[in-house]
Structures are given as structure tokens and as C-alpha cells.
């Protein structure tokens, strides 16, 4: 499913004889449930007693040893439907669960159940003591929130036009995050008509109805996300080792090596996991992966990954300043949370990225999210079905919007200011774009005007080559634009991080040290112990092999800098 955040999701190919089902709901030896006593407690359930519930925060994974356990899905309208009965030796749990968060389905006991409760913590030490007996339960655990995405039948319900702005951007959200949904048409659903009518909404609103029945009226990204227990309100008053601000493949790539050789991390992320690769619809120049794969699937697996390891995640939570200040006087680096929270750090690393350039266009604002588009999905394609449509850039991002908009839309007109794609693209995305008829190239042109209301939507748009001065409307309902990108370190203000022209952090030989005995790694930016990678820093290549490579190196340079700390607290 194009729409799913693991979508492309078993690592490997199915063993002969295996079908999916098999894989996702798979049924352990003897041998496997002696091997996973000692990570858990055997516990007892009389019959109808919960084990789980929607919304709620999940105690771990259970192994059923004996009775039969029934997982059902449930949404917030109440709407209850059988998802698989559990019996000796098979196991209720997914993705989620590695991380404590709010399970999304129901467990009850169906007859008198005695079960072994692994907690996130022990079943994280089993999956990597374990090896081979750990590979069967993630690709499970995988497999399970793919289904649940897919069915729809669980997680919150958006109620409104499917083609309003609320309900596409709320849909957006929660697809880039991989979390269960499922929209009731206003025009479709008289009961969906009437509940919205009951809160005094308008045709334009939008309700989203959490599992624990809770109604929200127009939600932000970040009040959903409260709604359904995806944001971690806790205060982490504990000192990491390292936090990575941006989870996109840089900034997830320090988190799975950084955990995975025993350092505390914490990730946070203010929009969703994979960054603006997540939002690419298919990287095909990535080592290892000759067919391509997603920029969404890509990151739903290096999300696990760092799960998998121990890393914490905040999604979303976005930061608001860093103070440098305490770095000197006792090692720490102490970020603050726009909800208010304060986070300590022994090093962090900026992996913020980059957010896509906003053209000089009058009433481009009005229409964002109403027909002006920043990436490229399965929801925008959909809507975009057999129209015409505009794409603005000429980078490998957009190259690879044109490529997969051109298999929905009639026509894709892609705008670029230079004479040719050359300079930008890689060749294999040129190629394809030449190859594909439904894809015009207009050269040396702009963007220039957008008409519509902006509660309907944009009805039509303008551009003019800049050669000759020509501008030219066309009724374009869709626009995509992917205009280069401005580095989002608006946060690093505070603690005067060296910067390039254009906002980028320099780091490495470019930058002098605020600690004139220290020697600044590759990676480094001006503070020791505040390393940059990926988009974000100055001179990156801006792909996602190079952003993963990075992320990886920084660690080994964490490494040195947390053992030259200890050795000068040792020293002292």
C-alpha cells in the first residue's frame, strides 16, 4: 500500500512455502517460548478480563501459553471489528509496542489465559540476544501496524470532505507517521454529516474523533497527536548521551548506530519521521536496493531500527533554542521544547535539515494545502487522477514528483529557470522525464500568479518564461513546488553556532572551536560536542546516501568526544 509508512515492509523475501499471514501472526516452538522466559513474567487473566486497550499505553508483548486471546480493532465511533485470536504459542504485539507506545487494538481474554508479558525494554534485549527468533518478531511487528494502516479500522476517524484542506494535511500527518486512520465523507455518510452538524461545523470542517472517543473540532498535527498518545509526555529529566534534532536519514542513521553501540539517545522530529525523503515517492540510487524503494519505506525501516536499539523518539516535538552556555562549566548541552520541557545532553547533533523554498508569489499562502503542494504522495496523486497538474523545480526531488505524479496525472507541466535539467538532476531522472510523454519540460520559466478561492481552491494558475517575457494561465487545479531549500536552524540562534551565507552550519576545518584546546572533528560545528549532518550543514551533498553516511561518521566522532569528556572529568 503506497500510503503505508512500511509499505514494501518484510526486509526479505518471504522462506518458500511462507505466506504473508504466516510471517505476520507466526506460531513459536517450544523451544522459542523457553528461549523468551527469562525476558518476561507468566501472568493470569480470568475469562472477558482486558489484556490491552486502544489509546492506552501498552504493558509489552504477550505470549500466549495458554486459553485463547481475542484482538480486536476499535475506533473512536465505537465501531469494533475481529482482528485474529491468539492461542499457545503465538504472540500479540507490534511496532509499537517496542517503544511503549498506546496500543492500537483491544486484547481480551476469550477463555482463561495464562501469558508471558515481555515490557518494550526486555523485548528490545530479546529481539537483539535472540537473533534469529528476534528477525521472525520485527518482521511480524512490521507486518501487523501494515495491516492495521491498510485496514483502516482502528486508530482515529477524520470526518469532513476527504478533499478539504484540514482532512488532507491531518491524512498526511498520520500517513508520514504510520499510524492507523480512516476518513467518513460528509457527502457519503449522512451519520458523519449529522455529528459534524452536532458541533456546529461547517461544510469546510473538519472533526477527528480519537479512539478513546474524544472529538476534536479543526486539530493541529500536534493536538491529534495528543488526542491518540503518539506524543511522549514525560519530562526526561536524564542526561542523554546524545540527541539528534530531525529524524530524517541523517538524523536516523545517528540514532541506529549511536544506540545500537549503547548510547542513550534521544530523537525528536517536529513533523514526522524520513524528512524530505520521506516524501519521495521512489530513490532508485541508493546502494542496495537495485528495484528502488520509497523515501517513506526507506525511513519506516531505519524508524524500526532505531526502535529496535533502545533509541527514544519524540514525534512530534519540535525544538526552540539550545543553550550552549552550561558546556563549559559541566559538559552539557540543554535544549528547550516548544511545549516548554527542557532536555539535557552530553552531545547532540543538528540534523534539523532543510524546508522547501516558498516563491515570491502573490496569495501563495492562501493556497497551501488548497492546491499548493510541498511533496508528492499517494493522497496528492489520487486527487490529481487524470488532471493536469504543475510542478515547479528542477532538483532530483522534484525529478522524482514529476516521474511518479506522471502515473496519475494526464499531464505534469514542470517549470524550471534554468535552460535544462543538467546542472541538478541525476542522469537516470532526465532519462525518464525525456521518456515519459506526459511530461512537458518548459525551460527558463517561473511560477508567476495563482487564481481561486481560497475555500474552494486554486482554479487555475500563471507562468512566465523568462526569455521572452511571456505569460501564459492554464486551469491547474494541483501544483507542486519543489524550489530549493532553506536550512531550518532557527533554533540555534541562541548558541551563536557558525553559519554560512545562507543560514547552512559550518562545521569541520571551516569553523574556529569556542575551546581553543579543542580540535574540531569533520562533522563539528563551532561548540564542541554539536555536530551537524545532512541538509542542514554546509557542503553536504544533499543525497540520501550522503545524509545516511554522515549520520553514521558522526558517531564514531560522538564516541571520541564523550571519552575525551570523561577523560578530563577523570583528569580533574
Known amino acids: 500500500?503506497?500510503?503505508?509508512?512500511?509499505?514494501?515492509?518484510?526486509?526479505?523475501?518471504?522462506?518458500?512455502?511462507?505466506?504473508?499471514?504466516?510471517?505476520?501472526?507466526?506460531?513459536?516452538?517450544?523451544?522459542?517460548?523457553?528461549?523468551?522466559?527469562?525476558?518476561?513474567?507468566?501472568?493470569?487473566?480470568?475469562?472477558?478480563?482486558?489484556?490491552?486497550?486502544?489509546?492506552?499505553?501498552?504493558?509489552?508483548?504477550?505470549?500466549?501459553?495458554?486459553?485463547?486471546?481475542?484482538?480486536?480493532?476499535?475506533?473512536?465511533?465505537?465501531?469494533?471489528?475481529?482482528?485474529?485470536?491468539?492461542?499457545?504459542?503465538?504472540?500479540?504485539?507490534?511496532?509499537?509496542?517496542?517503544?511503549?507506545?498506546p496500543s492500537l487494538v483491544d486484547g481480551h481474554a476469550q477463555a482463561d489465559v495464562d501469558a508471558l508479558l515481555i515490557a518494550p525494554e526486555q523485548l528490545r534485549a530479546l529481539i537483539i540476544a535472540e537473533a534469529d527468533l528476534g528477525e521472525r518478531i520485527v518482521r511480524a511487528l512490521i507486518l501487523?501496524?501494515?495491516?492495521?494502516?491498510?485496514?483502516?479500522?482502528?486508530?482515529?476517524?477524520?470526518?469532513?470532505?476527504?478533499?478539504?484542506?484540514?482532512?488532507?494535511?491531518?491524512?498526511?500527518?498520520?500517513?508520514?507517521?504510520?499510524?492507523?486512520?480512516?476518513?467518513?465523507?460528509?457527502?457519503?455518510?449522512?451519520?458523519?454529516?449529522?455529528?459534524?452538524?452536532?458541533?456546529?461545523?461547517?461544510?469546510?470542517?473538519?472533526?477527528?474523533?480519537?479512539?478513546?472517543?474524544s472529538v476534536l473540532l479543526n486539530p493541529t498535527e500536534g493536538e491529534l497527536a495528543r488526542c491518540i498518545g503518539m506524543v511522549d509526555?514525560?519530562?526526561?529529566?536524564?542526561?542523554?548521551?546524545?540527541?539528534?534534532?530531525?529524524?530524517?536519514?541523517?538524523?536516523?542513521?545517528t540514532a541506529v548506530y549511536a544506540a545500537s553501540e549503547g548510547l542513550h539517545v534521544l530523537v525528536l522530529d517536529c513533523r514526522a519521521y524520513g524528512g524530505q525523503a520521506g516524501a519521495s515517492a521512489r530513490i532508485e540510487n541508493y546502494l542496495g536496493f537495485p528495484t528502488g524503494i520509497s523515501g517513506q519505506a526507506l525511513a519506516g525501516r531505519?524508524?524500526?531500527?532505531?526502535?529496535?536499539?533502545?533509541?527514544?523518539?519524540?514525534?512530534?516535538?519540535?525544538?526552540?533554542?539550545?543553550?550552549?552556555s552550561y558546556k563549559a562549566s559541566d559538559g552539557e548541552l540543554r535544549l528547550e521544547l516548544t511545549d516548554g520541557r527542557h532536555l539535557r545532553a552530553r552531545t547532540a547533533v543538528v540534523a534539523s535539515g532543510a524546508r522547501y523554498r516558498r516563491p515570491d508569489v502573490p496569495r501563495l499562502a492562501e493556497f497551501e494545502g488548497r492546491g499548493v503542494w510541498y511533496w508528492a504522495s499517494a493522497l496528492e496523486a489520487k486527487m490529481c487522477s487524470q488532471t493536469e497538474v504543475?510542478?515547479?523545480?528542477?532538483?532530483?526531488?522534484?525529478?522524482?514528483?514529476?516521474?511518479?505524479?506522471?502515473?496519475?496525472?494526464?499531464?505534469?507541466?514542470?517549470?524550471?529557470?534554468?535552460?535544462?535539467?543538467?546542472?541538478?538532476?541525476?542522469?537516470?531522472?532526465?532519462?525518464?522525464?525525456?521518456?515519459?510523454?506526459?511530461?512537458?519540460?518548459?525551460?527558463?520559466?517561473?511560477?508567476?500568479?495563482?487564481?481561486?478561492?481560497?475555500?474552494?481552491?486554486?482554479?487555475?494558475?500563471?507562468?512566465?518564461?523568462?526569455?521572452?517575457?511571456?505569460?501564459?494561465?492554464?486551469?491547474?487545479?494541483?501544483?507542486?513546488?519543489?524550489?530549493?531549500?532553506?536550512?531550518?536552524?532557527?533554533?540555534?540562534?541562541?548558541?551563536?553556532?557558525?553559519?554560512?551565507?545562507?543560514?547552512?552550519?559550518?562545521?569541520?576545518?571551516?569553523?574556529?572551536?569556542h575551546d581553543p584546546a579543542h580540535t574540531t572533528a569533520p562533522l563539528e560545528t563551532s561548540i564542541p560536542g554539536l555536530f551537524a549532518v545532512g541538509d542542514v550543514r554546509s557542503g553536504s551533498v544533499k543525497r540520501v546516501g550522503g545524509a545516511i553516511g554522515e549520520g553514521a561518521a558522526a558517531v564514531a566522532m560522538i564516541h571520541q568526544n564523550l571519552a575525551a569528556m570523561n577523560g578530563n572529568k577523570t583528569a580533574a
Not at 504493558?59 to 476499535?74: D, I, N, S, Y
Not at 485496514?151 to 491524512?171: D, E, F, K, W, Y
Not at 513546488?481 to 532557527?490: H, K, N, Q, S, Y
Open 1 to 101: 500500500m503506497a500510503d503505508a509508512s512500511f509499505d514494501n515492509a518484510p526486509p526479505d523475501l518471504p522462506a518458500e512455502g511462507t505466506s504473508r499471514r504466516h510471517q505476520m501472526f507466526p506460531v513459536l516452538s517450544e523451544d522459542d517460548i523457553a528461549r523468551m522466559q527469562r525476558f518476561g513474567q507468566v501472568l493470569h487473566f480470568g475469562r472477558g478480563e482486558r489484556l490491552f486497550a486502544a489509546g492506552e499505553p501498552s504493558p509489552g508483548m504477550f505470549v500466549v501459553l495458554k486459553g485463547e486471546l481475542a484482538v480486536t480493532q476499535r475506533d473512536g465511533l465505537g465501531h469494533v471489528v475481529p482482528v485474529v485470536t491468539h492461542r499457545r504459542g503465538e504472540f500479540s504485539a507490534e511496532v509499537g509496542q517496542l517503544s511503549a507506545r
Open 144 to 213: 501487523r501496524r501494515v495491516a492495521l494502516i491498510e485496514a483502516g479500522a482502528s486508530g482515529p476517524v477524520l470526518i469532513g470532505q476527504p478533499q478539504s484542506a484540514g482532512v488532507i494535511r491531518l491524512q498526511g500527518f498520520l500517513n508520514r507517521n504510520g499510524q492507523p486512520h480512516h476518513v467518513m465523507d460528509i457527502s457519503r455518510d449522512a451519520d458523519a454529516a449529522a455529528l459534524l452538524e452536532q458541533y456546529s461545523a461547517g461544510a469546510a470542517d473538519m472533526l477527528a474523533v480519537c479512539p478513546n472517543g
Open 233 to 253: 509526555t514525560a519530562d526526561h529529566d536524564e542526561l542523554f548521551d546524545v540527541i539528534v534534532v530531525g529524524a530524517g536519514p541523517a538524523g536516523l542513521a
Open 302 to 324: 531505519a524508524f524500526v531500527q532505531a526502535q529496535k536499539f533502545g533509541a527514544e523518539l519524540l514525534i512530534p516535538a519540535q525544538a526552540k533554542s539550545l543553550d550552549c
Open 390 to 513: 504543475a510542478l515547479v523545480g528542477g532538483g532530483n526531488s522534484a525529478g522524482q514528483a514529476a516521474v511518479f505524479l506522471s502515473q496519475h496525472a494526464a499531464k505534469v507541466n514542470m517549470l524550471v529557470r534554468g535552460p535544462s535539467l543538467a546542472a541538478s538532476m541525476s542522469r537516470y531522472l532526465i532519462d525518464r522525464i525525456d521518456a515519459a510523454s506526459n511530461i512537458e519540460l518548459l525551460p527558463h520559466t517561473e511560477l508567476a500568479s495563482l487564481q481561486g478561492d481560497p475555500g474552494t481552491g486554486l482554479t487555475s494558475i500563471g507562468w512566465r518564461n523568462r526569455e521572452k517575457g511571456i505569460e501564459q494561465q492554464a486551469a491547474i487545479r494541483n501544483v507542486f513546488l519543489f524550489v530549493g531549500a532553506d536550512p531550518e536552524t532557527e533554533w540555534l540562534t541562541n548558541c551563536g553556532v557558525a553559519i554560512d551565507a545562507h543560514g547552512f552550519v559550518l562545521t569541520g576545518d571551516k569553523v574556529a572551536s
